[in-house]
């Protein structure tokens, strides 16, 4: 669903898919006319959309609605060339910030609604085994986006993000965010490093997609009953609650327990399921690593769960298998200043509460830890700092508490010179990497950057290797934050780079930092 939420608002200013709309070198508009840069929102919105490429939007009525709203009728979007037609029945902007998204940001208010939006299974890249469940190879949406980001607070709010299908269901989202801008909107992941969390909620109401897709699971089963395919799934739930730390009896097993009734009541769905967060105050991503567990984190969070149908009994937990992904590990840049604090990230760990992560001088024997390692107190994916490393190479390495003599992942990075044997590294020289070379299709790709100038509108991208520097594909301002880590997904087989560019518009199409990868089959 995100991608074509993003979509949608790329018609309103922002660069997504094949075409480029009010974030070009002429992002304060001088196509628009003088009427219309003092306020006429239908106006300025038609005057942006003059730099799509021909036949990339098209509309058969349009009315303006006031200063800051308007409709359109008969709406077609064609963002990756000839069968990716997105056509919408009535697209209504209520409200929109017009200063912020002539000057080509990302509008600090939005509210519109879309209705009879025709998503197919062209123009919509969802697997195969989902439209089979559906039964049909198109459907009919509505789609209403509130959202207000205050400037000068740095507060986010969602008010509304709804997905209606009718005859499907619907999903809602909420969100209400500290420290964090409207750019979370196009990169949430961003919101992890600098954002904290008020409240969140999230709501569910099936209207026979999962009856569907219960019907599409015995028929793919090879002769399982309907019993025991829900029987192996309320298995399957328990066990995977589990591996993330819950408990049988805690918040997060209680939520699972009304996951596992709405799956249950499929054939006869009771309304929505709702889960919402109600912290008692703000969270931020560093507080939720340091916990000790999955439990704790929702307790923190105030997870909490409401459903007016079945609350199923679920099983007590299976053993947990080993993990199929492999761990990893990195750092937010690969060479630091003496003195400068290291940031380690670890990804993909078992989830043992002394699994440890340990940064030692390059060539340390095995079993030296050093004095800078920290377990992961069962926490699978997290970070910490370190301070006060001498010039040097250094090694950070991942061991697991069930096999704690045996390597599970390491990464390299310099200190200073590395000893004196090189070059002391350019002051704020900018870098970027990812958190692997190599991706199986599918994968999340975690791109991180550093050494940045701290420009709002700094940005990074993920383009093709070897293409010109003004091609870009999934991208994402800093937003000012001089190191960060944003995530990639969705990419097909190929040879990439990770690109970091300078104060869009102002610098240009000039590329400060590389970093290759692989995506294959």
Request: with cysteine; charged share 15%; hydrophobic share 40%.
């Amino acid at each position: 669903m995100r991608t074509w939420i993003l979509a949608v608002i790329a018609a309103l200013g922002v660069t997504i898919g094949g075409f480029n709309v009010g974030r070009a070198a002429d992002a304060n508009c001088p196509t628009c006319t003088q009427e219309a840069q003092a306020g006429d929102a239908l106006s300025i919105f038609l005057a942006m959309m003059q730099s799509a490429p021909p036949g990339a939007f098209k509309y058969q009525d349009a009315k303006s609605l006031g200063p800051n709203a308007f409709e359109l009728t008969g709406v077609v979007f064609m963002f990756e060339g000839p069968g990716s037609e997105l056509p919408i029945q009535h697209f209504l902007v209520e409200n929109i910030d017009l200063a912020t998204l002539m000057q080509g940001g990302m509008p600090n208010v939005i509210k519109i609604k879309l209705e009879g939006i025709g998503f197919n299974d062209k123009n919509m890249d969802i697997d195969s085994d989902i439209w089979e469940a559906l039964g049909t190879r198109q459907l009919l949406a509505n789609l209403s986006i509130d959202m207000l980001s205050d400037p000068a607070t740095k507060a986010f709010t969602l008010n509304d993000l709804t997905l209606d299908v009718p005859g499907i269901g619907q999903a809602q989202l909420k969100l209400d965010l500290l420290g964090v801008g409207p750019e979370a909107m196009m990169s949430p992941e961003s919101a992890l490093f600098t954002g904290s969390l008020k409240s969140a909620s999230l709501m569910l109401n099936d209207q026979g997609f999962v009856g569907r897709s219960l019907d599409a699971a015995i028929k793919e089963s090879g002769g399982m009953t309907e019993a025991e395919l829900m029987g192996e799934a309320m298995q399957e739930l328990a066990n995977n609650l589990a591996e993330i730390g819950g408990q049988p009896g805690d918040r997060i097993f209680q939520v699972g327990s009304a996951f596992g009734g709405w799956l249950q009541d499929a054939r006869s769905p009771k309304g929505p399921i709702v889960v919402t967060l109600a912290p008692a105050q703000p969270v931020n991503f560093q507080q939720l690593n340091q916990v000790s567990g999955a439990g704790e984190a929702a307790e923190m969070l105030n997870l909490q769960v409401s459903y007016g149908g079945t609350f199923a009994t679920l099983p007590e937990p299976q053993a947990a298998q080993p993990p199929m992904m492999e761990s990893y590990v990195f750092t937010d840049k690969d060479t630091y200043d003496v003195g400068e604090v290291v940031t380690v990230f670890w990804s993909s760990t078992p989830g043992n509460q002394q699994d440890v992560v340990a940064v030692v001088p390059e060539g340390a024997a095995m079993d030296d830890l050093g004095a800078n390692w920290t377990y992961t107190n069962g926490v699978t994916d997290g970070s910490y700092q370190v301070a006060g490393l001498a010039d040097g190479f250094y090694e950070v390495r991942v061991f697991y508490a069930d096999d704690p003599s045996t390597l599970q992942a390491s990464y390299y990075f310099q200190v200073g010179s590395g000893g004196g044997g090189g070059a002391q590294p350019e002051m704020g020289a900018a870098t970027v990497g990812t958190d692997k070379a190599t991706y199986k299709v599918g994968e999340t790709v975690v791109v991180f950057w550093s050494g940045l100038p701290g420009n709002p509108q700094d940005w990074v991208t993920v383009a093709p290797a070897g293409s010109s520097p003004d091609e870009w594909g999934q991208w994402t301002y800093t937003s000012g934050q001089a190191t960060g880590a944003y995530q990639v997904q969705g990419l097909t087989p190929g040879d990439y780079e990770a690109r970091v560019y300078f104060d869009y518009p102002a610098g240009g199409n000039t590329i400060h930092a590389t970093s290759s990868f692989t995506v294959t089959p």
